[in-house]
Each structure stands twice: as structure tokens, then as C-alpha cells.
């Protein structure tokens, strides 16, 4: 091992990742072919409003074309939000598509985010500076941010940076809102003779972001794969000890798609799924009953061990809950000097609860002390309670291990162990479908770029049938818009994709988790393996082999 | 993928460990030349007498030979304590040794560990049976307990199960005090005419069972390259957002050598050592100001980010946390009933501060209130304190953070997540390197029952230099032995190996630390590759050829 680089990163730099057929001979070789028009999810008078030159484009398909010539381009790529595993790969592709264009085209990096192009701050990326990040985890290329490009103020500043920069491009790499934006600006370019197209590429770790084209968001496979290696050794861990049971809480906030994955994955006794939980309209004692059910189960054939995922954002789909934190947020407000008079927690409680609603009241009476805290005292700027810091696994453990204790039929022990699992996954190394995909992505947009389209994002689909099937599109993100109401004003937002509860996959992970629930049905997937057999190293997720497979029978039954 | 295993597992069920050449035809080609005689690490005399037949033995060495005739074996096995990476490995290496000796040998395990053996509780172990579980983790083949046999009874209960079973050979796979009672049983066995060997497989993933021919335990190099994955691309995530400094409390109570070795892997900005906290005499202060230099020194180059490890025994290798423990220990047993009474935690505090000694009674009043409830609160089942339940990460996050509070130097901002890993890997599935050097020990500890060795501990040495060169020994159990004072009884036990703090592993590190504390040097060695070239699939752990290095050059220096 040398001493700035591990020997997988070293390997790793050297892999050169697959693209789809059409783009394999060069962005100079690829045809651009518009396919059917398209239109918002809803909303469409106000989005079309909104995004007068992209609502309603078509989706386009690129196909292998014979050589043309081309100019060389300039373009500018920036890294918005949370760490996805691939961002490297898809600001490689963009680097190598426009190159394919022309030698002379050149790539510039904003730095630390959206708030490099609004304040004009970034670096050349070079063919030798890029070396260092092909195929690794990170964003520390140019590093990431949060800053969102929404007003016009900022917009201004933009169009600026990519005038002074002379662009004709530049690529948003960021979620929902980060694409929403990306779009506005795009719009704001054309509206004000700024000649420079705005591309986005989809990625949000969440999984949240989905439609036709978008099958799956960059990052996703690496990061389900690393958690369901972490479970599936507690998983093995707890087989083999016995005696404990691990609540293991898993990154998903505004949707369950990584948690229903590695169920599928990993084959737990207990795995939450939050849109499940609030369509229900579950209560919290009926999410800690169905847990001590199981529980019960198990200890009655003298299993007191098992496994149960939790969805980070659970608490946040339990309607009660969700309830509770708005009167929270209200009353912490309204009460702030007489709450800040009780030095006691407990005398705090007291106060407020009589201020809550009858329901809610209740609801926070009932909870652990240490949670009782954390809802009151820890509070984001804006005074808002901060659900996301709620040790929710730890809040499950207390309230199922209470609810055990006033069970006379219950007679087994319950020790329980809490994980969270974040930030171990987001910046692993990109698997090979990650790989190839957030590089195929990157070279698509490159290809939009070149066509000379604006607000749209870059898709590629087909994504279970293997490389040489993949479809390279592109795709008008306004299609993927709807309205919401947000601080009391009308917002075009990109429709979140929760797990469809009709879908094949949580249908398939419905029908069995009965029997993984008194079973141990574990399955262990190990670590991410990059080389060795196909099946290993080239492998995708099972939500996207069954949409996959559903999605043929939907084609079939058409036929 | 079906729906029982893992492609990953189904790959690694048709791994062939390699084996040591001299082992490679089978055990009946092999050789045994006996080596120099041996002495315990310390109190000969009184080991001696506990240990009349091992005590002295030699260290044997295995050889290739011609072919032999043997009769055929039965033998059993058991595991005991925590789960390591390789531990079905050392069960198919028995297996395969045994029947490599005839084919109707015959294995039975003993179930959930030591217990097993003591109540006769055992399966036979067939060919079919052993195939779902060769090169996989976890001790879920057989299970595992905690179960100590050390009583006459439980000898006596031993020896019935191994006469009723005739048995040739007892393996037991466990730590330093179950091979401690492996010895003292086959002594027993020898005193009272059991005509059964027993013989140990050094099993302790925390590193701390080693001496010349011991060089690593099996289970180490897995489950340290599972942490360094987890904190490497921990240490990308925050070399990416660059706004959280991790806190991560890894696994090794009693020795630190896994918090070097990952430390040493993935280069980190902070990585404790405790036995260096404990030969300095550090106080809690001293750490936290440690801690808080750091944070300081990066918050002045505006890195609000980073990365600390912290050994999971830390808190005892701190002499007056040692202290405290142990006045606790008798302070909450003394006034049980006085405390009781007090409803409050905080008129607790104020109740048992009064009884420590003064510099105890700070420590305990300076501690945050949820580290005083753990300490007071949750106590095991003799009434002692739960060393190992207490936060040590969280701990230091808000004892870092305070300290920052009342610097007027410090201005940055110090936002710290806390993260503990054990669980994660214990029970990975085994690296080439732990699957060759498990399967290995227990082929040699299956020609060591061949020789009808006993109290003896299989061995594969000179395991840096590539397993054509590793050599295969067997070593008396007594030669680690030395005599401890416990509960007021002098007691034979195996000399614990510390982090020798004048090794070259250590000094490596020492050397480099400063430099890795204000820089980003980290390392992302990315998860552990089965496949693919050498330096990926079979590597070592850094300790391991530091380590081997070292003894080179001293054996160099010899001539």
C-alpha cells in the first residue's frame, strides 16, 4: 500500500466503465431522435407557465449516427446536496463526452456546490486532476453544498458567472429541488439571451426521485449493498450469538425505497416500510404492538434475537407524530419566554402538554424522557422541533421493551442493540452498475449539451437488461413537475416517488415477510465485490429487477 | 439470487483455502519434528505444577513425509465466546484433516458452545452439513456460548461426554480464557486416565492472544479491513460535506491493536491508543484537551471536519477512570439502600460523590448527567458498574464540545457525530487470507490430534510471506501461561498482548500521526475483494507486515 491511496482505489482508477451501445464510438457519433411530447405530473397550466420553453418537450432517444463535426464546448458542472456514490463518474462522463466532441472543449468545476456558480468559484478539471477520482466514492472532487439557486437575485449572479466564463453549458448534479431550480435557471437563461443550456442529472440517494425514465437514482445500488452487508453480518452476528435483538435504523427520510431494498436484500424478521405505516394510519403503540408481536412470536420457540430495519423518516409517516411536531412547533413558539422560566424537563413537559391537543398530549406523556428531551430542547434555527436527530431505533427499543413488560403471556428476555446506518454508505466506492451508470449519465447529458438542450435532465433506462441494452434519453424535467403549496405560496416541485404499495416489489417483500418473521430466513450478501464472476461484480438491485420484470409482463399484457 | 443464500455465499462455498505446503497432501504425509523445549511467560514454578504435562513441552514443527497408515479418528469440536470471521473455516480444516487421515473419521460439534461438551449436547458434522458453511461467517454452524469450564464438576462432566462419545480429540476454538481451560482440561484428562487430546485454536478477534507463533488471530484481518471500509468512506463523507467530525468508537476492550491497525489503514485525523493513554497516565482532561487541540488546530485552516477513533476500552486504560469504577463498585454496593431512596439522579450523584475519594468525587460530578445515570444505574448482575454499556464516543463529544465552549481561541464550529462498530464484523464473511489461515489451523490442530498432542494450540506462523512459506506448529497451551491474582486466588492464565508501544507498528504510526491530524491523508481502502488481482484479494493487515518486517530485520541483525 503506498501511502495516499488504497490498493482497491488504485485499481479502481484503471476500470473503465461501460456505456450504452449508441454512445460507445463518440458523442460525434451519436443522433439525437425526439420521441413523444411529454407533460407535467399534474398542474400543467401553471407548470406550463412556469417553464414556457421545456413543458411539454419531448423525450429524446439517442441512437448510433454516422461521424459529424462538431465545435468544442465549454461547459461547467457542479455537485448539489448529500453524497451519492458515482458523482465522480457522472462528472467523468460529462469530461470524456465533450472531449469525444472535441479535444479543445474544456470542463470547469464549481466548488463546494450551487454557491461556486452563483458566486463564480471554480477550478479547470483536467484529464491529470480527473485521474485521481475515476470510479472512487466521494465528491471531493470539487466538494458539494447546500445552497439552493432560487431567487433572482441568484439567478442574475449565475447568468453572470456563465457569461464572464463564457459557457455553453452547465450541469446540475443534485435532487429534487436542486433539478427544479436547474430547470427555473434554464428558463431564466432563455427568457434573458443568457446563450447557455442548464442539463440536470438525477440523484438522490433516497431513491425519491423516479418516473419511466429515471429507473433508479446513481448511488442507490452502492449504497443499499454496503447497509445490506452491514445487516446481514449483525444478521449472521445475531444467528450465531443468540441473545440479542439489533433495531437498525437506515437512511431514507422522505421515502422507504433503501429500507424495502435491503429487506429484499437481507430478509430481516421485522422491516418498516414508513408509506406503509401512514397509509395505514398507524398509531406509535400500534408500530411498538406490531413489533412486540413479533418479538413474542420468536421468544415462544426461544428465539430472543432477530432483526428489525427501521426507515430513518418513520416518525414523520406516523400521523399522530407528524400531528404532534406541528403543535410542537407552534407551542415552542408561543410559550419560548414561560418554558424557558421551568428549569425542569419535566415541569417543561407538563406545560406544554397542556397547550397540546387532548391526542397529542397524550402521545408525548407517553414517550421515553431522553425523547422528551430531544422534542424540546433540541430545536433547528427556526425553532422547529429537529425530527431527523429523534434516535428513533433507540426510541422503538424503549417503548417495545415497555410494552413487553405488561405482557403476562410475554415471557422470554429482550436485550436490543441500536444501529444507524448513513453515512457508511453514501461515499463507498461506486459498485460497477454505479460505475457505469453515473458514467453513462454523465455522457448522455455531455450529449444534450452538444444538441444543445435546455431543462432537460439525462436518463437511462432499460437499466436490468444489462449494458449493451441500455437506452441513453434525455428527458424535459418540467415532466416530472407538479405543484405543491409551500409557505403559504403556490411551488413547482419534482412529485417525490414514495414506494408504490401496489408495486411488484413491496408486494413481493409483503408476501414473505410473515414467514421471515418467526424464520431466520437471513441472507447475507457480504461486501460489494467489483471483480470476479458477472453474477458478483455486474449485479442490480431487486427493486430494479422486479419493476423490471413487472414492467415486461405490463408490455406483454399490451401486446 | 434465490431465495436462501447470497450470490457472494454461493461463490464462496466453492473456495478452496490454501494450505501450507508441507500440508497440501493430506495429514497422513506429514511429519512432526519436535523444536526447543518451552517455559511459560512467568511464574514457572507454580505453572509447572497445574500444568505437569504440557509445561515444557515443545514447540513442533509440521513437515511433508512419506505416507503413513493411520487409524481413523472421531473427534469433537466446539466454539466459545465471540464471533470471528473464519471460525466455520477452522471447522472444515478439522474436518478435512480428519478425513484426509481416513475417510471414516468422524467430527461431531458440540452445541452453543462450552456447554455443549459439558451436557453432552452435540450433532455430527457431515460433509453435506459442512458445505453451506465453508468460507462463510458466523458461528451459526454449531453456535457458540460463554459458558467457563474450569470447575472439577464440569471436568468431570467432560470427560463423561468425550468417554460416552469416544472420543480421540476435544478442539476448542476460543479466546485466552477458554484455552486457558482447554489446558487445564487436558491436563485433567491425562490425571484421570481420559484417553482424549485436547487440543486449542487461538480464536480472539480483539488481537490480544498472541506471542511469536501466534502472529495474528484468525478473524482479525476481516474484521479490521470491515471497519476500515466503514471508516474510510466515512472519512470521504466528510472530506466531501466538510461539516461533521466523526466519533468512532471501535471494537477492542482489553487491547487496542484493532484501533491501530484501522488507524494505520485509513490514516485518520485522531486515533487513541489506550494502552499509550494508560503508560502516560492520562486523566479524562488530558484526552479531551487532546481531542480539542486537534479540532482547534483544523478549525484555525477552517476544516470544521474529521475524523477520531476511539478504542472501545478506552475509559479503563484511564487510571482514575479505573479508580472511579472501582470505588463505584463499592460505593453502590455499600449504600444500596440509602440510594434507593433517593428518587432524583441528581441527589444520588450528590450522595455517592460524598462517599468517593476527592479526585474520584470530580471526576464523577464533572461527567455529563447521561454518563452519571449510566454509571449509577445500570449495573450487572453482581452490582457491578457496566464498564462497556457507557457511550465513550458520545462521551467525548460532549466533553470535547464544552472544553471549545470555554476556549477564546477556538471560533470554528464543532458539529460531531458518534458511531460504533463491532457488530459489523464480527461475522463477515472471511477474507481469502482468514479463510486460508482458519482452514489451516484447524488442519494442523487435526494432525496435532493425529500425534496424539495435548494442551497443545495449533499454529501457522511466517504469515506475511505468502502461504507457499507459512509454516505449521503446534505450541503447549502453557508457554502463553503466566499467574495472575483473581478475586484473592493466584490463577493461571494466558498473558494478554497488549499494543506493545515499542513496536515498529505503534512507532509507524506515532511517527505519522502529527501530520494526519491537520492534513486529509485519509485512506479509502472500499470493501473487502474475494476476487480480482492479488493485491486486492490477498493482502495483509499493515500490522501484520510491520510486524514481519520488524522480525526480519532483528533476525538479519542476529547473524
Known amino acids: 500500500m503506498n501511502e495516499t491511496r488504497s490498493s482497491l482505489c488504485n485499481a479502481r482508477l484503471t476500470y473503465s466503465p461501460k456505456l450504452p451501445f449508441a454512445l460507445r464510438e463518440g458523442a460525434n457519433r451519436v443522433r439525437i431522435e425526439k420521441g413523444h411530447a411529454t407533460s407535467p405530473v399534474s ?70 456546490g450551487p454557491s461556486g456558480l452563483i458566486e463564480g468559484d471554480f477550478r479547470e478539471i483536467t484529464s491529470d486532476f480527473l485521474s485521481d477520482f475515476r470510479n472512487v466514492g466521494g465528491f471531493d472532487i470539487i466538494g458539494s453544498g447546500r445552497t439552493k439557486i432560487e ?36 428558463e431564466y437563461f432563455v427568457a434573458n439571451d443568457v446563450f447557455c443550456s442548464v442539463i440536470g442529472c438525477p440523484k438522490t440517494i433516497d431513491g425519491d426521485l423516479k418516473n419511466y425514465y429515471i429507473e433508479t437514482p446513481f448511488g442507490f445500488d452502492t449504497a443499499s449493498k454496503t447497509y445490506a452487508q452491514l445487516i446481514g453480518n449483525i444478521a449472521r452476528d445475531a444467528n450465531s450469538a443468540k441473545k440479542y435483538w439489533h433495531f437498525i435504523k437506515i437512511m431514507g427520510r422522505s421515502a422507504s425505497h433503501i429500507g424495502l431494498e435491503v429487506g429484499l436484500q437481507t430478509q430481516p424478521n421485522i422491516c418498516l416500510i414508513s408509506e406503509e405505516v401512514e397509509s395505514k394510519g398507524m398509531t406509535l403503540a400500534q408500530v411498538v404492538t406490531q413489533f412486540a408481536d413479533v418479538v413474542e412470536a420468536r421468544a415462544t420457540s426461544g428465539k430472543n434475537f432477530g432483526i428489525a430495519i427501521i426507515p430513518e423518516g418513520l416518525l414523520e409517516f406516523i400521523p399522530e407524530f407528524k400531528k404532534l411536531i406541528a403543535e410542537l412547533n407552534d407551542g415552542l413558539v408561543e410559550l419560548v419566554d414561560e418554558l424557558e422560566e421551568l428549569p425542569q424537563i419535566h415541569d417543561k413537559v407538563i406545560r406544554i402538554c397542556d397547550y397540546l391537543s387532548p391526542k397529542s398530549s397524550n402521545l408525548l406523556a407517553d414517550l421515553p424522557s431522553t425523547i422528551q428531551m430531544q422534542l424540546l430542547l433540541e430545536r433547528d434555527p427556526h425553532g422547529n422541533v429537529q425530527v431527523s436527530l429523534i434516535e428513533t431505533e433507540k426510541l422503538l427499543i424503549e417503548l417495545v421493551d415497555n410494552e413487553l413488560r405488561h405482557r403476562p403471556s410475554y415471557t422470554g428476555k429482550f436485550k436490543a442493540i441500536a444501529h444507524f446506518f448513513g453515512y457508511e454508505g453514501r461515499c463507498a466506492h461506486p459498485s460497477n452498475f454505479d460505475s457505469d451508470y453515473a458514467y453513462s449519465l454523465g455522457y448522455s447529458a455531455s450529449i444534450l449539451a452538444k444538441g444543445g438542450f435546455t431543462g432537460y435532465m439525462a436518463s437511462i433506462s432499460n437499466l436490468a437488461d444489462g449494458v449493451d441494452n441500455w437506452q441513453a434519453c434525455g428527458i424535459p424535467t418540467s415532466m416530472l413537475m407538479t405543484i405543491e403549496r409551500r409557505h403559504g405560496k403556490d411551488k413547482p416541485v419534482i412529485q417525490k416517488a414514495l414506494v408504490d404499495l401496489d408495486g411488484k416489489a413491496f408486494l413481493q417483500f409483503k408476501s414473505k415477510r410473515d414467514k421471515w418473521a418467526i424464520s431466520e430466513s437471513y441472507i447475507y450478501p457480504g461486501s460489494i465485490q467489483y471483480y470476479g464472476p458477472p453474477e458478483l461484480s455486474d449485479s442490480v438491485t431487486q427493486t430494479l429487477k422486479i419493476d423490471a420484470q413487472a414492467r415486461q409482463i405490463k408490455q406483454l399484457q399490451a401486446k
Do not use: W, Y
Not at 401553471?46 to 464546448?73: W, Y
Not at 448529500?82 to 479535444?103: L, T
Not at 429541488?177 to 434554464?186: F, G, K
Open 151 to 186: 431567487t433572482d437575485e441568484q439567478f442574475a449572479k449565475c447568468a453572470e458567472t456563465v457569461r464572464s466564463a463564457q459557457l455553453d453549458c452547465v450541469f446540475i448534479i443534485g435532487g429534487d429541488d436542486s433539478n427544479t431550480n436547474a430547470a427555473l435557471l434554464a
Open 43 to 112: 398542474n400543467e397550466d401553471q407548470i406550463s407557465k412556469l417553464f414556457p420553453v421545456t413543458c411539454g418537450a419531448p423525450v429524446v432517444h439517442m441512437e448510433r449516427n454516422d461521424a459529424t463535426l462538431s465545435k468544442p464546448l465549454k461547459v461547467g458542472v457542479l455537485l448539489s446536496g448529500g453524497q451519492a456514490p458515482g458523482g465522480h463518474n457522472v462528472i467523468s462522463g460529462i469530461f470524456d463526452g465533450v472531449k469525444s466532441i472535441r479535444n479543445d472543449s474544456r470542463v470547469i468545476g464549481f466548488l463546494n
